[in-house]
Structure formats: C-alpha cells, structure tokens
C-alpha cells in the first residue's frame, strides 16, 4: 500500500514494474491488486531469512534515493554532443557513492556555431599571446645571427632548446625544398622571426611575410634592411586566412611552414589552402611544412612521457597518462593522406609530394613531421624514366644490396636480383622499417597488450622502468634503418633522393626514390612516379583526416554544459558529478558495454615530487581552485609545478585569462612562467595588489564566500546593494 500506483505519465513502465498480485484476493477497496517489483535479487536462505544479493537492473541509491541509471543515460544520450553516454556510480572517497558520466563525444558537435566561432577565435587568439611572449625574450636583445633566431624551439621531452645545429638542418633542408623550384614571387603565411625569408627572400624579386605575432614582424623588419631586402621584401600583420590584397594568380609559391599546427581546425586549413591556390600561378609551389602526423600521434606522445616517467610508475598510469593528453592536443596534427585527398577537393592541385625530414640525429621534427610540396596544373610532374621496384622485406634488402643496384658495388653474397653495379636510372624501394620511430611503435604495442608484445621468456613489465628494458631487449641487435642514411647514399653515388612515408602509416616506415643525376636534365616535381602513393577516398571529409584542436577546449566546457542541460530535466540527485571523455565505450564479446571495464575518472592530483599541501590563504585558494578547473584535476597543492601537472603554452593563457577575469590588476603570460607554483603565483599576485592599493587577500575572501552561495542568492545580493 505504501508503494505508489504506478509511474506518472509511464504506462509501459507500469505495466514492467507493477505486476498482478496472486497473493491478494480482489476486493471492493482493491479490485486489481498489484505487487512491486523492486529489481532487487536475493535468495531464501536455508533458515529461512532472505539475503539480498543486489541489483537485477541499474537501479542504484543515492543518499537514500532510488535512482533509476537507464533515466539518467537516456537523458544523457539525448544531447546533441553525445553519441554515446553509460552512467555508473563510483566510490566518492568518503566512504559514499557519486553518479559518474562516461561519455563518447559526437565527433560532428562542436557546440552552437557561435560558441565553435568563439572557441576558434581564442584557439588563435591564444597562439599569438604564447607567441608574442615567447618571441619577446630576444627580440630587444642583441642577436649573433638575426637570421638564425631560433627561440621557443624547445624539446617536448626535455624542455630544454633544441641543440642549434639540428636546427640548423631544419631550416636548411626546408629552405632547399622551397628553393628547388626556384619561386620568384613568393607569400610567406606565418614567417615568424624570419628563418625562411632570410635563405629565400634574396633569390626573389618579391617576398612577403605575414604573421599574427607583432613582436615577430618587428623583428624582422628590424634587421630588413642592413640585409639589403628593404626593396624585396614587404611584411604585414593578418590571420593565415586574411588575403586582402593578394591577386589571383599573382605568386610563384606560398609557404606554410610549421605554422598549421596552430590552426583551430581543418575547415580553417581548407579556408587557407583554398585562398593560397587563388593567390598561385599555374605551376606554383604550395609548400606546406613541418607538419605533424596523426597515424604515429600515440607513439610521439608515448615516447615522450615514457622518457619523462619515473622508473617505479604503473604501465597503467603511464596509459591513463598518454591517453589524457592524445584526448586534449591542442595542436593540429594531421594524417598524410589528407594531402594525397586535397586534390579531389581543390582540383587546380596537380602534384602531391610527402617528404620526410633530414638529419643525421632523431629528435621530434625528424621522426614525427613531414613536408608537403604541391604543385598547380597539369604536368607531366615525375620523372621520365622507368623505375625499378623493390620491396624491403619481400626483396630482403639491406642498406648494402640497395647500393650495389645504384652502381656502388660490394654487394657481397645473396644480392638482389640484377647485375651488381648495374647503375638503376630510377630505383623506388618500399616498406623499409624507420628506425627513428620502430622503438616508439612498440612502446605503443606493448602498453596496449603488454603480455602478447614481449619476448617470449621475458617478464611482462609492469613498470615505466621495466617496459623500458623489456624494449631495450626487443631492440638489442638493432632494427630499422635511418633515413638519412639513404640521402647520404644517394649523395655519394650521385643519385636524388626522396623519402616519403609508405602506406602503412601507424607503422612509421617509409618508401625511397633514387634518380640518376644527368648534367642539364631538370628535376622533376616529384621522384616517385606515383606521387605521395598513399591512398584517396574521395567520399571522407577533410575533418576526417585530423585531430580536433578544439575538442580539449570544447570537451572543458561540455562537462558544465551537460551538467547544466540534465539539471534542467532531473532533479540535482540524479545529475552526475563527473563527466569522463572516452573516444569509445569498453565491449563485451556480445558488443555491449562492459561497465567492469571502464576507466575509473582521471580527476586525482598526479604522483609529484612535491607532497600534497593544501592552500593556506584566500588567494591560494582561488589560484588552486583555477588551476585545478583548468588542468581538470580535483585538486591541486600550492607547491605543484605547473609544468608538472602537464600545463603547457596554452592552458597558461587560460589560466592568465581567468585571473583577469577574477583581480582587478593584469597578470601577464610571462608571470605565469616565471611563478610556476599556486604558492608562488599567489605571493605574486598579493604583492601587484599592495602596487596599486588593492588587497588581493580581500577579492579573493569575497570570491569564494560567493562561491558558496547559489546562482540565485548572488542575483538577489546582487539587487540588494
């Protein structure tokens, strides 16, 4: 009697959960009589008492309530941003449980389009800013070389610079693949300190260099003239996607080196690459450089955090680890058969050439960013000449068998099929194993399925350290072969070389081309007779083949939006507290979700060298409280490192951003740096205050008593004053 008589305005799961009650004889009072089933399973007991086992469905209890899950993730599924939506409850550490959402981001959402427009404008908005503060160490300082200014080019493993004369090659080796062509007139989109425009500009009649960045621009126009460009070369501050004032047809080559990686999305590159191909003659060059490569995105970021891991931390954190940040890469990072597709979009494209980079070391512009040189019109673009085709493995080819076919000799025994020293006009060899990427591929295999992936006898690692060594033996005798290794070859054999990516891209080897040089006989466009040879499905879309920038952002603000969005259906108990990214739900063998397997949530304050200290003033926990929304952690101490807790350039100038928002005096980009702890920011932050007679001490004890009241109780203090 004290159940209830069905569900509101549910008939058909009052029909489920309301049964006819055999027990009960009909009466006047109760000419129906009906029995509740609750979904609790539990079983008699030979004594005759009852134990409840538990649920037979996903009904859960929250603080005492009855929460059925199905009504939540229904709801959930429901929001345009979700494709896929499962809730659990999960320990909330004290002993209670909390509601957590797992969610599977509908690729295709991207928020109301006036939000994407906002969140694309302050993805570039806030390159420039990181930009304009890195540039500006040097740019009042007296440099050695200004043609050779290579601040902010630091290591993603060790935060240190990257040594100059790798530098060196890269700017040399880029500065050749545009010269090739010998362009006259040329636009340089994001010419930053003037790298490539000091190589090119002499060799043209016109060079102009645009940039976002002011304080780049001012550099190079700085030390224009006394190189005797101040008649070549004109600069002007714009977006990549600004041609006002370009005519069509009017230039020999357009360059975007290193510079798309910053691009909010590929709808903002198509823009870009679509207004370059207007700007182009036919026959010109469209160089799109140093871009980074999505198939080995995972073994890149493996690599890395593997090589700043503790010896002693669990493979399964090292995965949550790379996982969380591959979900919030904020920079573009793009599959190379984007660019073998482009021409199906932007027909004027006739020739697409992917290169790798040179150098005779491995670092992380080599082994995971590649160059594109596309040319417009019809052709011919390869070389006239019929190529020899081998294959690595199938052919057993090594480094030795491949010069003796170039004419070089000492082939030695087993050689490939052909006389030795035959001198092949045009030799192309694929599928040959990278060597600057084979060990990262594996870290990759073995943190997916460490048990199958290591040697057999081995111990499967559990450890950074152990997997560390479990590589180390995998590799022992060496494996792959560098590419540079081929350039030199074809160099003193006197051979053009040009290596590119192979078709198995996650895999990371590469294919090579080698052309007899003959006195008078022009280059061609490319030296592979099918140009990038990687595949072309006209029917995907260019977002298809890349990362999306935004989503960190976007998957920042969706967790509020759908906490938002549910608190306006379902009562506050029932909203989740948590909302957990994943890029695909966990399977069963009968392919449905298995609830045992999904991730517990990424919140926690990771393992530091630092021990947990809370804050232990007002403004300490305001800028906590910031950094700790902005990193997504549940909480962070005040003497955590910002760098530590994986912040980077741009998570700095959001958290920047956020603190004007809260004080009322500026805290520049360069502070954030300079001040790299909640402590120490906080200090900072106190004492601007007590520079311009504002007690920060004060705001911040005002921010968070208001913290502590309801949306509704601000307004009405709000009306009150």
Not at 290 to 309: C, F
Request: aromatic share 8%.
């Amino acid at each position: 009697i004290g159940v209830g008589r069905g569900y509101y305005e549910r008939p058909e799961l009052t029909a489920e959960r309301f049964l006819p009650c055999p027990f009960v004889e009909p009466s006047a009072d109760e000419p129906e009589p009906r029995m509740y089933r609750t979904g609790d399973l539990a079983r008699w007991m030979p004594d005759g008492n009852l134990e409840l086992l538990g649920r037979m469905d996903n009904q859960v209890k929250i603080r005492g309530y009855r929460i059925e899950l199905g009504e939540i993730e229904s709801r959930l599924r429901e929001h345009p941003a979700v494709k896929e939506g499962v809730v659990v409850t999960k320990d909330d550490g004290s002993g209670g449980k909390r509601l957590v959402a797992y969610v599977v981001q509908d690729p295709d959402w991207q928020g109301p389009e006036d939000e994407r427009s906002d969140v694309a404008a302050e993805q570039v908005e806030q390159w420039s800013s990181v930009y304009d503060h890195a540039y500006s160490a040097t740019a009042d300082a007296t440099v050695e070389d200004p043609t050779f200014n290579i601040v902010s080019w630091d290591s993603s493993y060790t935060g240190q610079p990257i040594p100059a004369e790798q530098m060196r090659t890269w700017v040399e080796q880029t500065v050749d693949r545009i010269r090739r062509h010998a362009p006259d007139r040329v636009l340089e989109i994001g010419c930053g300190m003037g790298l490539l425009m000091f190589r090119i500009a002499p060799h043209c009649s016109r060079y102009v260099g645009t940039d976002f960045s002011t304080v780049a621009l001012d550099f190079v126009a700085k030390h224009v003239p006394s190189l005797g460009l101040a008649d070549t070369v004109e600069l002007d501050r714009r977006w990549a996607d600004d041609f006002t004032g370009v005519d069509p047809d009017s230039l020999d080559a357009v360059v975007l080196n290193s510079i798309i990686l910053d691009f909010p999305s590929m709808d903002y590159l198509m823009v870009v690459l679509r207004g370059a191909v207007e700007a182009l003659a036919d026959g010109g060059l469209l160089f799109v450089g140093d871009v980074r490569g999505l198939p080995l995105m995972e073994a890149y970021q493996s690599s890395v955090q593997l090589h700043q891991a503790a010896d002693d931390l669990p493979l399964d954190q090292l995965a949550l680890r790379i996982n969380r940040l591959l979900r919030v890469e904020e920079e573009l990072v793009i599959d190379p058969s984007f660019f073998a597709w482009l021409p199906t979009a932007l027909p004027e494209i006739g020739c697409v050439s992917v290169q790798l980079k040179r150098g005779a070391f491995t670092n992380e512009l080599n082994a995971y960013r590649y160059d594109v040189s596309m040319h417009l019109g019809q052709g011919p673009f390869g070389p006239d000449a019929t190529p020899v085709e081998l294959d690595w493995v199938m052919d057993d080819l090594s480094l030795g068998r491949v010069r003796e076919r170039l004419g070089g000799g000492g082939g030695g025994a087993g050689a490939a099929d052909g006389a030795a020293g035959d001198g092949t006009e045009l030799l192309v060899v694929r599928n040959v194993p990278n060597a600057r990427v084979l060990r990262d591929v594996l870290t990759v295999q073995l943190l997916r399925q460490p048990a199958e992936a290591t040697p057999p006898g081995a111990p499967t690692p559990t450890t950074a350290g152990a997997l560390r060594a479990t590589l180390d033996r995998l590799l022992a005798d060496g494996a792959g072969e560098d590419p540079e290794a081929f350039w030199a070859l074809a160099d003193e054999l006197g051979y053009d070389a040009e290596i590119r990516p192979n078709a198995d891209l996650a895999l990371g080897g590469f294919d090579v081309a080698f052309l007899r040089r003959a006195e008078g006989r022009a280059l061609p466009k490319t030296l592979f007779p099918d140009q990038s040879g990687l595949p072309v499905d006209a029917t995907r879309a260019a977002a298809s083949f890349a990362n999306n920038p935004m989503l960190g952002k976007l998957s920042r603000r969706l967790g509020p939006e759908l906490r938002k969005a549910l608190g306006a259906q379902l009562p506050d108990y029932m909203v989740p507290t948590l909302y957990v990214p994943l890029d695909a739900m966990p399977l069963s063998p009968n392919g449905k979700v298995d609830r045992k397997r999904l991730p517990e949530p990424d919140t926690s304050r990771p393992d530091m060298e630092a021990d947990y200290k809370a804050a232990g003033s007002p403004v300490e926990e305001v800028v906590a409280d910031v950094w700790a929304d902005v990193l997504a952690f549940d909480k962070v101490g005040v003497d955590d490192t910002f760098f530590e807790l994986g912040g980077h350039s741009l998570l700095a100038v959001l958290i920047q951003t956020r603190l004007n928002q809260l004080f009322p005096f500026g805290v520049s980009l360069g502070e954030i740096f300079e001040y790299p702890t909640v402590a120490k920011l906080s200090r900072r932050l106190e004492q601007k205050g007590a520079e311009v007679g504002v007690d920060a001490a004060e705001i911040a004890g005002i921010l968070r008593s208001l913290d502590e009241l309801s949306d509704e109780e601000v307004a009405s203090r709000i009306d009150a004053e």
